[in-house]
């Protein structure tokens, strides 16, 4: 009997540092494996922030509509303006670029053009009298319908470009057209907007 108890005191006594052993290394090897994951979390974190994601705008925007261009076939500049997302987020419209748009008189096709001088990324103007448009940075020329004047001189290594365009039937809230001053429905001006490489003489666009 005393054999016995002697052995359960000897047993009592051990026991514990063996756990307390057990328990340092079990706290070691997690601390261990805490420490190793950091940068991966790290670079997880660093992965998923939205802000280092490539935002990205809808490849059509409204811009106008095909009642606000002069029936002359004059380009009127218009601001366009889109929405910015990313993997988490959306921000409100914003002013992205400009086009210049004009139409024919049976107002069937919409031409755009991109307000962005391929020279060196400068807004160009258009001259009401002359009926041309002008980078104010660099002098380039170019005809109403984008083409360079003069390209032997001219410093912009291409025509100014031309940006895709839809018609879509305006609508209110109903889902029914919305009729304009002649009583037929008014048509919206949707731009595929891009920015594209100044600078080179190939229309390249920018990501």
């Known amino acids: 009997m005393e054999d016995a108890k002697d052995g359960r005191r000897e047993t009592d006594a051990i026991a514990p540092g063996d756990r307390r052993g057990f328990l340092t290394r079990a706290a070691a090897v997690a601390v261990g494996a805490l420490v190793a994951l950091v940068p991966g979390a ?13 935002s990205r705008t809808s490849d059509f925007v409204r811009v106008g509509s095909v009642d606000q261009l002069p029936a002359d076939g004059m380009p009127r500049r218009f601001a366009v303006l889109a929405a910015h997302e990313d993997a988490w987020s959306r921000v409100p419209l914003r002013p992205v670029g400009a086009v210049y748009m004009c139409r ?12 962005v001088c391929p020279h060196a990324g400068c807004f160009v103007t258009f001259q009401d009298q002359e009926g ?43 889902g029914q ?7 037929r429905p008014r048509r919206e001006i949707w ?11 190939a229309k390249i666009p920018v990501e």
Do not use: M, W
């Open 177 to 183: 057209p919305v009729l304009g001053a002649d009583g």
């Open 42 to 54: 790290a670079g997880l974190v660093v992965f998923l922030d939205p802000l280092r994601r490539r």
């Open 191 to 201: 731009v595929h907007y891009q920015n594209f490489r100044a600078g080179s003489p």
């Open 132 to 174: 041309t448009f002008r980078c104010p940075c660099h002098g380039s020329r170019f005809e109403r319908t984008g083409e360079r004047i003069d390209p032997g001189s001219c410093p912009s290594p291409r025509a100014l470009d031309a940006l895709a365009t839809e018609l879509r039937e305006q609508r209110n809230e109903e």
């Open 104 to 115: 024919g008189p049976d107002s069937d096709r919409v031409v755009a053009l991109s307000a």
